[in-house]
């Protein structure tokens, strides 16, 4: 237990700065009676901690968090109460989530260089900072941190971001260590006593043989997470033979797919509005074969606004639900690299005969829509692994930002 004079401290700390509370989960919403008790219990030692870790000096952004795979402007914006204890496999742990706004270039760093730099940068520190709570508290088997960084990669020839999510669980005795430890050699060994997974995944960061640790379970979001369920693009299929993209090969493409086209025409029209002037065709778009889907959505007069407010209801109303049953007609790797949604937007006005008609066009990979079909992304992370053009310009997407935008 520390002594009276950090105690002191720290509430003269809290005193000022007003939002060290919120990384603290208040004990009232932890529903776990026995965990409520010991929040309740460990509350000064856990706003110490959370003090520390707020403190420290990161070499990018970090943040508590309750929620991971967020943009830092939601963060910024966000439910920081991040610091509860709670149950892991039948024990009690303290765990800590938040989020790291690191990004790490895949070609020059593996994941096992990955993790260890984010251990070093991150999670030691709040080790560090979390220990004595632990040493206090024998009914506490683990600290559990949870923290997800960045990782940049290139995919058909274009730049994307995406998340990975990392666990590091280190038993009491070896997190006490590890918080003294000063770059002795046996921290290794201390290591190899915790588990670590990514994404989910049981992992190996250390050396050690990582089958014999089971996977983590998710969990329903109403419960604390030790290892959710990644929402975040997970791994990129590794890239075909390059593809022949002369305009020979692409008609063949088409070709070989026709009669598929005009039997999914003719099953999806109903719900897809195909323009009939405009059949499914196999076009070439920055070095990468696209199959091209020319559809037709209708807004309501209040859906308008700017125009990237029109290509968010677009996608969330219209494109969105199509990708699944459009999948469902192609094999796992079809003859092209993605699907093109090119939609042209109807809007009638308000009090008059006229419509208001705009150009909205959503190129996707394959890969990444496979992953969207098996919800493993979200329809935001979809649109920042592809392409969205509207009247033929290329734009940034946010889906919820603009679609409150009811500008003109």
Sequence with gaps: MRNASAFLAVAALIGAVP????????PAEILDPAMRELQQKHLPELKIAAVDI??????????????????????????????????????????????????YSDQSM????RFQRTYLDVMLPILRATAPVLQDEPEVT?????????????????????????????????AGILAGNKGTEDEIEVLSQCSEYVDGEPFAPWGEPAASKPAVASQSPAKPLVAPTPVAVVAVTPPLPPRDLSAEALQKVQASFQALLDRMVRELD????????????????????YLQLSIATTLGPSDSGSQYRIAALAFDRH????????????????????????????????????????????????????????????????INAGF????????????????????Q
Excluded at 19 to 26: H, P
Excluded at 270 to 286: E, K, M, N, T
Aim: glycine share 6%; charged share 20%.
């Design 19 to 26: 939002q060290i509370r919120s990384q603290v989960l208040s």
């Design 110 to 113: 593996g994941r096992k260089e």
């Design 54 to 103: 707020t403190a420290h000096r990161y070499p990018y952004k970090f943040y508590l968090s309750r929620t991971l795979d967020i943009t830092e402007k939601q963060e910024q914006q966000t439910d920081q109460r991040s610091i509860r204890f709670s149950q892991f496999q039948g024990h009690t742990v303290l765990q800590v989530t938040g989020n790291y706004f690191a990004a």
């Design 270 to 289: 109903d719900q897809a509005h195909f323009i009939s002037y405009a059949p499914p065709a196999v076009i070439l778009f920055r070095n990468a074969s």
């Design 142 to 174: 683990s600290l559990a941190i949870e923290v997800s960084h960045h990782v940049r990669k290139q995919v058909m020839g274009n730049g994307m971001e995406r998340p990975e999510n990392l666990v590091l669980i280190v038993p009491r005795e070896a």
């Design 319 to 382: 494109v969105s639900h199509l990708i699944r049953p459009t999948l469902a007609f192609f094999e796992e790797n079809p003859q092209f690299d993605g699907i093109v949604f090119s939609s042209a937007v109807h809007i009638p006005a308000q009090g008059a005969g006229s419509t208001l008609t705009v150009s909205v066009e959503f190129f996707f990979p394959i890969a990444e829509l496979r992953r969207y079909a098996e919800y493993d992304i979200t329809g935001q992370q979809l």
């Design 388 to 407: 969205v053009l509207v009247n033929g310009e290329r734009v940034g997407l946010e889906l919820q930002s603009a679609e409150s935008d009811t500008r």
